[in-house]
């Protein structure tokens, strides 16, 4: 069974620092493309970044850039999201989400883990 | 950054068919992909690609699209269909990714 385990929630003032991560099994980590996706509370949902399977490339909403960095690291099977220069509009469930299919990064988000929580408050 | 449009909310009766609409300019090159989520869940991918369903979804939950519009039809709905249902595609600028603005499903 896939599973997909996020932590490293939880509160920090704006302009702080955070380090998500996800603890990925029950596939190959190495094949597929990860991505992070958020929810602020009682609202939708916005792609954050992607990451290939092999790092060779990653990508970011413009809404982070600059600001979180994705990274992987296959041999642990984790995903990670380093979050700097925190914003209070950055205060939302961070989930880890894995690209459908092996191979191409095609953006199709399944599954999902349960969620982490980042509050961004002074 | 492109946007995907979807209704905030439909109802439909037990049993009966339910379609919910994405629009957006980025649906003309690329699909949409579809997810239910339910109160303090996740989201599940239901439909990917041209209509495509994940394994454990039920054939119940098909997906269209024709121009700028993409569709989730629900046909037979069940009351454990009830949830918020939300597009994405690939952003028209590369490798981003948007979703929609989410369409609240009750069943009556």
């Known amino acids: 069974e896939v599973q997909l385990v996020e932590s490293g929630g939880g509160l920090v003032e704006p302009g702080g620092s955070l380090r998500l991560s996800c603890a990925a099994s029950?596939?190959?980590?190495?094949?597929?493309?990860m991505n992070w996706v958020r929810q602020a509370p009682g609202k939708g949902l916005e792609w954050v970044s992607g990451i290939r399977s092999s790092s060779s490339d990653t990508y970011y909403a413009d809404s982070v850039k600059g600001r979180f960095t994705i990274s992987r690291d296959n041999a642990k099977d984790s995903l990670y999201l380093q979050m700097n220069s925190l914003r209070v509009e950055d205060t939302a469930v961070y989930y880890c989400?894995?690209?459908?299919?092996?191979?191409?990064?095609?953006?199709?988000?399944?599954?999902w883990g349960q969620g982490t929580l980042v509050t961004v408050s002074s | 950054s492109s946007e995907l449009t979807q209704d905030p909310a439909v109802s439909v009766a037990l049993g009966q068919t339910v379609r919910i609409t994405c629009q957006g300019d980025?649906?003309?090159?690329?699909?949409a992909s579809w997810f239910q989520q339910k109160p303090g869940q996740a989201p599940v991918l239901v439909i990917y690609?041209?209509?495509n369903r994940p394994s454990g979804i039920p054939e119940r939950f098909s997906g269209s699209s024709s121009g700028n519009t993409a569709s989730l039809t629900i046909t037979g709905t069940q009351a454990e269909d009830e949830a918020d249902y939300f597009c994405n595609s690939r952003d028209s600028s590369g490798n981003h990714y948007v979703f929609g603005t989410g369409t609240k499903v009750t069943i009556l």
């Open positions: 690609g041209k209509d």
């Open positions: 989400a894995r690209d459908f299919s092996s191979g191409p990064y095609l953006g199709w988000f399944g599954p």
């Open positions: 029950g596939f190959t980590f190495s094949t597929h493309s």
């Open positions: 980025s649906l003309s090159t690329s699909y």
